[in-house]
């Protein structure tokens, strides 16, 4: 059965501290990891795919990178405007595999 | 482009009624998933159309269905609430790469 797991389930950080979030994942033939940003009450919002090991996207504050087993979501002096709930999700076969996500509260 | 669009964004009903949610996905998006959302299990995957035909199903009980139209847009129906479906209900469109686009939600409330 494929599995996705975030940690830490939630993270402080006070602005401008940068630090990384972590989405490990057992899947058959991962065929893309999806990393989106959710403000309460909202939808997601997608904001990188990454396809192959070694892949890194950059936007912003954050990079996402990929290596065989997991993803990690680096965040670069984060703002209080970064805080959100962070999802990665595995695509293999038909269907996403949501991860349960990363709570970040970034205070100024 | 407009994004999804979602409605109603808020419904609350009584157990045992039937409920139908709608979605409209962005133009030219041919796939639409919709998820189910709480607190204790997070985003799980309700199902998946694609030109009209379920391409992919999770694991929810038949209570759930699901169609799509010729326009792409599609509906999901509960029948026979239980509290417990209870939860942020989202609708996500993408073309055949499964980048997928995600609406604002409808909010159920089951009472």
């Known amino acids: 059965e494929d599995q996705v797991t975030q940690s830490p389930e939630a993270l402080r950080l006070q602005e401008g501290e940068s630090s990384s979030l972590n989405c490990s994942y057992t899947?058959?033939?991962?065929?893309?990891l999806f990393w989106y940003r959710q403000d309460p009450g909202k939808g997601p919002e997608f904001l990188f795919t990454l396809y192959s090991a070694g892949e890194e996207k950059e936007k912003e504050r954050l990079k996402a990178t990929l290596t065989k087993k997991e993803s990690f979501l680096h965040i670069t002096a984060p703002k209080p405007e970064d805080s959100a709930t962070y999802l990665c999700?595995?695509?293999?076969?038909?269907?996403?595999?949501f991860g349960g996500g990363t709570r970040l509260m970034v205070k100024p | 482009k407009a994004g999804v669009t979602q409605t109603p964004r808020y419904l609350i009903k009584t157990r045992g009624q039937q409920v139908t949610l709608s979605c409209s996905p962005i133009?030219?998006?041919?796939?639409v998933s919709w998820y189910q959302q709480t607190p204790g299990q997070g985003l799980q995957f309700l199902f998946e159309y694609f030109s009209e035909t379920q391409r992919n199903k999770g694991n929810f009980p038949g209570r759930f269905s699901g169609r799509q139209f010729s326009n792409s847009r599609s509906e999901m129906n509960v029948s026979t609430l239980e509290l417990g479906d209870s939860a942020l209900y989202l609708c996500?469109?993408?073309?055949?790469?499964?980048?997928?686009?995600f609406g604002p939600g409808t909010r159920l409330t089951v009472t």
């Open positions: 999700a595995a695509h293999a076969g038909n269907m996403l595999t």
């Open positions: 899947v058959s033939g991962l065929r893309g």
């Open positions: 133009s030219g998006h041919r796939s």
């Open positions: 996500a469109s993408s073309q055949d790469t499964y980048e997928q686009y």
